[in-house]
């Protein structure tokens, strides 16, 4: 658990600091950006809600930790490729 708290915290971490790199030198531009970013995070918060769906359809709780941990490590993996683009915007 405790990895898992501290991979967390490093990803939050990072994601602020991608915030301020990749906007130039206008507040405006990072603020909607900031604003972009938060939205995305609130959307991808329904993680709970989708394991508790997988979870009812199977029955079980075997295989979807396994299935739901590859999705998001490949979804963060895509994400982090894009992220470190070198561009502001």
């Known amino acids: ?22 906007t130039d030198e206008a507040a405006t531009a990072a ?27 199977t029955g079980t709780w075997s295989l979807p930790p396994a299935t739901l941990m590859l999705g998001v490590c490949a979804v963060a993996t895509v994400a982090g490729v894009l992220a470190a683009r070198d561009r502001t915007v």
């Open 1 to 22: 658990m405790a990895v898992l708290g501290g991979g967390q915290g490093g990803a939050l971490s990072l994601a602020l600091t991608f915030i301020v790199l990749r």
């Open 31 to 57: 603020a909607r950006l900031s604003g972009m970013a938060q939205a995305v995070g609130h959307l991808a918060a329904t993680g709970p809600l989708a394991a508790g769906a997988v979870h009812q359809a």
